[in-house]
């Protein structure tokens, strides 16, 4: 069977359980520039143009999950440039309900940290071009260097863009989790559904399908040794995508060969990882 992803692999919306469906809702419209691209009852799907970026179902009564618990550490929303990406910082950086936590130059990419009202980190990022990125021993290096927010805006910011920013394209272009052990999320993550690993680093492992500098990245620097997760609000799914079902029939054929329990509706492979993060997949629309 095929052991690697394909190279169309891409990551889908990000579900969060949330205390607050209104609060949250109206903050990743106020504040990222999102969009309602659906809604039911206890459920919102909120996005740019048709592009579903996060999924808020209410769920009250769960606690929120500690900071050394398995989990998510952020959802990273790409966007198509540094313009569109500067209007979402300003705006994510004057709501009142945001809270700042830093920015940096990864070299392949240019990012910027926030925190939402119940405490689920959010990357902000629009990437170099790949000729810009740089690879040391089959990896991708991404540093975290100094990025002056103000002087990127500075350079980047227009009206036009913060006018238009619901507008500009963006999607999920990256998920980041917290694990208890990176051996473990490796032998899941490449060994079994089939990522390639782009780059180590200090206590983080990034991986890929494609070349791309990374899809998911798994680190213990809060979480190390921590086990499976209880139900806590925060992270409900990670989704991927791939382009054919014939892909999707191969990472189920790996999942089975290893072990791993799975379900298969005919239209989506769900199965838990080590932490019991729920990771669903499916053909790409």
């Known amino acids: 069977m095929p ?12 579900t969060l359980h949330v205390e607050d ?23 919102v799907v909120l996005g740019r143009g048709a592009v579903p970026v996060v999924v808020l179902r209410h769920t009250p009564g769960l606690p929120r999950p500690s900071r050394r618990q398995a ?34 130059d990864h070299l392949v990419s240019e990012a910027f940290y926030f925190t939402d ?46 006018a238009g920013m619901e507008d500009a394209a963006a999607g999920v272009g990256h998920v980041h989790l917290q694990v208890g052990d ?3 999320a490796e032998t899941f993550y490449v060994d079994t559904l089939g990522f390639e690993t782009t780059f180590r680093y200090t206590g983080a492992l990034f991986v890929s399908a494609g070349g791309y500098h990374h899809h998911l990245a798994m680190n213990i620097w809060n979480s190390q040794g921590a086990g499976p997760r209880a139900s806590t609000l925060g992270l409900g799914e990670v989704a991927i995508t791939v382009p054919t079902r014939e892909e999707l029939d191969a990472v189920a054929a790996r999942l089975r060969h290893r072990g791993v329990a799975l379900s298969d509706d005919g239209a989506t492979v769900r199965t838990l990882d080590p932490w019991r993060n729920t990771v669903a997949l499916s053909v790409a629309a």
């Open 3 to 14: 052991e690697l992803l394909s190279a169309k692999t891409a990551m889908d919306a990000v």
């Open 71 to 104: 989990g998510l550490f952020h959802t990273a929303i790409l966007f198509a440039n540094q313009t569109d990406l500067a209007a979402a910082v300003i705006s994510a950086a004057r709501h009142p309900r945001s809270h700042f936590v830093g920015s940096s």
């Open 21 to 43: 469906l209104d609060g949250m809702s109206r903050y990743y419209r106020e504040a990222i520039g999102l969009v309602m691209l659906a809604e039911s009852d206890g459920l």
């Open 117 to 162: 009202p119940e405490g689920n980190g959010i990357e902000l990022y629009a990437d170099r071009d790949r000729s810009q990125w740089p690879t040391r021993d089959g990896q991708i290096p991404m540093p975290s260097l100094y990025l002056d927010p103000q002087q990127f805006l500075t350079e980047h910011l227009t009206e036009d863009a913060v």
């Open 182 to 184: 990176l051996a473990t």
